[in-house]
């Protein structure tokens, strides 16, 4: 459990990358606790500098003694890095809120959405996982519904912003559409194919049944932070030509029938959520108004007339804000909270 104190010594691992930066930004903006900031990343960027509060801050190489008097340690800087270090970090005395997916399933690792389950996080033995972006939107936006009618089936389809990749690709989006629009052809490092002008149906590594690592992912996930297994979701993922926020076509089947309105009403009071539903006079949520914001927008929402008791919604939120940065620290804010 975390000491209480009037202010912690944080470390960003990753600080460089776009998750790392917007925790720098999202930390600063929301006043937390700060009393010394360490920014980590490998020697790619070591040397660098980040401002915050005014101060330029010079980026570190991450090594073994980083984390000595480290209170909360956020991690974003992949699997291998999380898998390495994190415990480092653990037996160093830090509590590790850690964005990869390299403990999110493991069992007494809790996976936590402020909004869906804060209580989890409270369970921790050192780690506390970060949920995947195109999880997290989804899991606020279906809380509310599931809690008012149970939801029994969830069939996905995600429009996924490059930003989801990290900076690389945003660069690969940029530098392609600059020369395409130069008649020159589009160079590939980050994506098998050309992502500007196009849609990639696959986000990771397919398994034998046909489904990429990022569907298996929302599905798992999905179960774990609603503490529900009998849920059953099918989900498709697809990467889109969009710079920030992640958008979602989310069709729900329910125990209880709700209608869109009372839909409507459940979400329009549901923490974290913003309904952004009026399509007669074109009001939906698009990922250029999204980027940036820290709520998941919902819109179009209607009763699927092919089933009984069904909806379908339109989710969108920023997948470095409240999809990865904002998250990471809210989940920190509990801990303070809690801090005794
Ligand atoms: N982007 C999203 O929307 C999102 C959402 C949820 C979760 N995540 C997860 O967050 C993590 C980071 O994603 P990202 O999008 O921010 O990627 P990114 O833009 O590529 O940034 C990666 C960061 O990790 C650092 N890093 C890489 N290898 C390192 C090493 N060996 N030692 C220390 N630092 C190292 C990089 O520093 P150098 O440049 O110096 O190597 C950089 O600061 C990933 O695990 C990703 O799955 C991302």
Redesign the pocket.
Known sequence: MLKKKDQYVVAV????????QEMVEVLQERKFPVKELRL???????GETLTFQDRSLT?Q??TKDAFTGVDIALF???????REYAPVAVSAGAVVID???EWRMKPDVPLVVPEVNPEAAFRHHGIIA?P??STIQMVVALKPLHDAARIKRIVVSSYQSV??????AMDELIDQTRALMSFQEAVCHVYPFQIAFNLLPQIGAFDARGYSSEETKLVNETRKIMGDDRIRISATTVRVPVFRAHSESVNIETERKLSADEARALLATAPGVMVFDDPQRKVYPMPLEVAGTDEVYVGRIREDASIESGLNLWVVAD??RK??ALNAVQIAEKLIQAAS
């Open positions: 691992v990753g600080a460089t990358g776009a998750v790392g980590f990343a490998s020697e790619r960027t070591a980026v190489l991450l974003s800087a992949g699997e291998e890095v999380s964005n990869s997916a970060n995947n972006c930003s989801g990749t990290g900076k690389e997948n470095l999809g990865a």
